[in-house]
């Protein structure tokens, strides 16, 4: 593959041509479109559905597009940088861009990784909490908590606790993309005790739907979802649905 061009082109554009971005050719017609499957869940074992996916393990393959990236937020964070320590990476998809952001910005790099509870058996799903074996954050560190895509912060929020519990301070949250349909209202992350900013490269709602939202039923019944989209046979899946119409 040729390099990708950056020069000029908005972060969402550059993703597409990185073949990172899906959305459903049609949300009416269920013969041309495709459901994708979210992390997050409403109730045990039933994902959120919708019909847009970002997936920035494409453009990590590319490390001058995450620079291109990380340099492009300078003027959002630029009162920031001299207030932190470490960028922070939250698993999977956050740390790649923490260390990219570490090595623009020369700051210390630190990450979370997930580590297994409980595996999935047939009655539940598989369980996991966020540890730090590597590069720990210090005492009294100034923390900036980096993810690829955030929606609900859910696992921000679990970041931030380990990090206050080390007596270190979260100061901001960044990430690629800010997905939260709440549009108005998610440019900060309330956390105990402290609300920080929260600095998005691409800003892109995305709506999710119930499974039994009448909107998507017609997809779920007909088998048309993949509910593992960064799978690679499930990505090119996605991408020939989107591409053939």
């Known amino acids: ?32 479109g495709m459901l994708v499957g979210y992390a997050g869940e409403y109730e045990p074992e039933k994902q959120w559905v919708g019909f847009m996916y970002a997936n920035f393990a494409k453009a990590e393959r590319y490390p001058y597009i995450m620079t291109h990236y990380a340099i492009s937020l300078e003027q959002k964070i630029r009162e920031l940088l001299s207030g932190i320590d470490t960028f922070c990476g939250a698993p999977m998809g956050g740390i790649t861009f ?20 409980k595996l999935k058996t047939t009655e539940s799903q598989e369980q ?52 939260s349909p709440e549009w108005s209202f998610r440019e900060s992350l309330v956390l105990p ?12 709602s995305m709506f999710e739907f ?16 993949v509910w593992k989209p960064k799978d690679k046979e499930s990505w090119q899946q996605l991408m020939r649905v989107m591409h053939k119409v």
């Not at 923490?98 to 509870?117: H, M």
């Not at 929606?151 to 606790?161: D, G, I, P, R, V």
């Not at 119930?210 to 979802?225: A, H, K, L, N």
Request: glycine residues 6%; positive net charge.
């Open 1 to 32: 593959m040729s390099r990708i061009e950056t020069s000029g082109k908005n972060p969402l554009d550059i993703l597409k041509a990185c073949g990172g971005w899906y959305k459903s050719p049609s949300e009416d017609d269920i013969s041309k």
């Open 193 to 204: 005790g402290a609300v920080v900013p929260v600095f998005s490269l691409i800003r892109q």
């Open 98 to 117: 923490a260390f990219t952001l570490a090595s623009v910005y020369q700051k210390n790099f630190s990450y979370f990784e997930k580590k297994i509870t």
């Open 128 to 179: 996991s909490t966020l540890v730090m074996n590597r590069h720990k954050i210090e005492y009294g560190e100034r923390v900036v908590i980096v993810e690829d895509v955030v929606n609900n912060f859910s696992t921000a929020n679990k970041m931030a606790e380990l990090i206050y519990a080390v007596g270190a301070q979260v100061v901001a949250l960044i990430c690629l993309l800010n997905r």
């Open 210 to 225: 119930r499974q039994d939202d009448p909107t998507v039923r017609p997809f779920i019944d007909s088998g048309r979802v």
